[in-house]
C-alpha cells in the first residue's frame, strides 16, 4: 500500500502498476491549453518555431526554459504527479 505522504512520482508509478493507494488518485493533465487565461502566457504547442534554426543557441535556451517553466507552473497549480510532455 503506498501511503499518501509518497512522493508524487512514486505514487503515480504505483498507479500505473495497479498497486494500492491512499488518498488522492495521482494524476496529470494530457492536454492543458488553458495557460493563456491560467498564466497569462501562449502554450507552447501553440507558438511557431519555424525559425527555430536561425535563432542563437542562447535564445533557443530561452524558449526552453520558458517551456519548463510553463508546465512545472501548470503542474504544481494543478497538483499534479507527472509532466506529459507533447513531442
Not at 503515480?12 to 502498476?17: D, G, P, R
Request: glycine share 2%; proline share 7%.
Amino acid at each position: 500500500m503506498i501511503a499518501p505522504d509518497a512522493r508524487p512520482r512514486e505514487r503515480f508509478i504505483a498507479a500505473l502498476e495497479r498497486r494500492p493507494l491512499k488518498g488522492r488518485v495521482p494524476h496529470f493533465e494530457l492536454v492543458f491549453f488553458l495557460t493563456m487565461e491560467a498564466f497569462g502566457r501562449v502554450h507552447p504547442s501553440h507558438r511557431s518555431y519555424h525559425q527555430w534554426d536561425q535563432m542563437e543557441e542562447a535564445e533557443r535556451q530561452l524558449h526552453r526554459r520558458d517551456m519548463a517553466d510553463l508546465f512545472i507552473q501548470t503542474a504544481r497549480r494543478f497538483d499534479h504527479d507527472a509532466i506529459f510532455l507533447h513531442p
